[in-house]
């Protein structure tokens, strides 16, 4: 089965990251830059971590240090991601095990975002470095006005909440709206 694919608000809540080296610093840092609060828990860890992590806990994993998060990130040794999927299998919460599939219940996704719009690659962890090179060629391939875009899709949809524009001819409205932005024409309502 293939994973489902989600975006998750993580402004003000506790996340754990269990490890303490280069893949958990990253990890930790995108959490904190999603406003998501972290807690640390490693025997060891680099010195980036204690300057974005709210807690540090210098030790092994403990199951109680599961308490109170709402997500895991699991960035240690398989046998120490292992214990962690169990413990927080019993306690209901998702692990992103990095780069060890067999011991995660979600997967992380390659990221590229673009203003208010994220684009979310994954291979269900079975070809990350794959999808790291889709990323790279998505984001080459997006046009560098892409902000724009946004802003003519934010106005269109607040005219199609005003006047109640059927699903049906919304993205015909809104594609001959972009396609204005290029040609320097006015757009028509498009009817049919």
Not at 180 to 190: D, M, R
Request: neutral net charge; proline residues 6%; charged residues 25%.
């Amino acid at each position: 089965m293939s994973a489902h694919p989600l975006f998750l608000h993580l402004e003000g809540r506790l996340v754990l990251v269990v490890g303490g080296g280069p893949v958990a610093c990253d990890k930790a840092c995108a959490l904190v830059e999603s406003g998501a609060r972290v807690r640390v828990v490693a025997p060891q860890v680099r010195a980036e971590l204690h300057a974005v992590a709210e807690t540090v806990h210098l030790r092994d994993f403990e199951p109680a240090d599961l308490d109170g998060v709402w997500l895991v990130i699991a960035a240690a040794p398989p046998e120490v991601n292992r214990q962690v999927r169990l413990a927080a299998d019993e306690r209901q919460r998702f692990v992103v095990a990095v780069d060890d599939v067999a011991n995660c219940s979600a997967i992380g996704a390659a990221c590229l975002r673009r203003g208010p719009l994220t684009f979310a690659l994954s291979s269900d962890g079975v070809a990350p470095a794959l999808v790291s090179l889709l990323r790279q060629g998505l984001d080459a391939l997006l046009p560098a006005d892409l902000d724009e875009w946004v802003k003519v899709a934010r106005t269109e949809r607040a005219v199609w909440k005003a006047d109640k524009t059927p699903f049906a001819l919304r993205r015909p409205r809104l594609l001959a709206a972009l396609t204005a932005l290029y040609s320097g024409e006015t757009v028509e309502k498009v009817t049919t």
